[in-house]
């Protein structure tokens, strides 16, 4: 199994690559080069930071062009985690109306309620669909580990999960070969090790 993770410079890399590691990935590869994954198994967009940064980075390493030939033309399965979740969208409210990598329909905008500690840091509770293949395994309303300010909303059933944080939102999606979650499965302990696991191991997508 050969698992690359997308190099843009604004990741949670070494935790991810770490527990990669640990669930037996015999191949990790860290890169931004499209002939290098393009022969991968399975994507990892990782991001933490500015949404508006993180698209001008990726637009300026040609990796916007490059991914959607590798997931929209390929099929290769992706999957976003925090900010790379957001990024999968159509676009975000962060520092203005800034368009996103539009792989899934959805916009993230800010938490409407104003009593909120915002960011939004720690474990929460995630109402897991039940169609899942993320969460399969893993019971319902389990804890997972979140640090965003921004939520990410849709009209469209993307097989999603939610979880309440004085609002509701969506915790991660799921479309053919696009997944996305909000949290950080690489710190979220034995749940977040199982949701990785169900990723790395899923075919047929």
Not at 35 to 62: E, H, R
Not at 159 to 164: K, L, P, T
Request: charge should be negative.
């Amino acid at each position: 199994m050969r698992v690359g993770i997308v190099n843009y410079g604004m990741g949670n890399i070494r935790s991810i690559t770490s527990t990669l590691k640990y669930l037996g990935v015999d191949d990790v590869i860290l890169s931004s080069d499209h002939s290098v994954l393009k022969n991968t198994d399975k994507l990892i967009l990782p991001g933490v930071g500015s949404f508006l940064q993180a698209m001008s980075v990726i637009k300026n390493l040609g990796l916007d062009v490059h991914l959607k030939e590798l997931v929209l033309g390929s099929r290769k399965p992706i999957l976003g985690i925090c900010l790379g979740m957001q990024l999968l969208t159509e676009s975000s409210a962060e520092e203005g109306d800034n368009e996103g990598l539009s792989f899934i329909k959805g916009a993230v905008t800010k938490f409407d309620n104003h009593k909120l500690k915002i960011p939004h840091i720690g474990f929460n509770q995630v109402k897991k669909n039940k169609s899942s293949i993320l969460f399969d395994g893993i019971e319902d309303n389990s804890d997972f580990y979140f640090v965003h300010s921004y939520k990410m909303l849709s009209n469209y059933d993307i097989n999603q999960s939610v979880c309440d944080y004085g609002e509701a939102f969506i915790a991660s999606f799921e479309q053919e070969n696009i997944f996305g979650v909000q949290f950080h499965p690489e710190l979220s302990q034995s749940n977040g090790l199982s949701l990785l696991k169900n990723f790395i191991t899923l075919t047929g997508c």
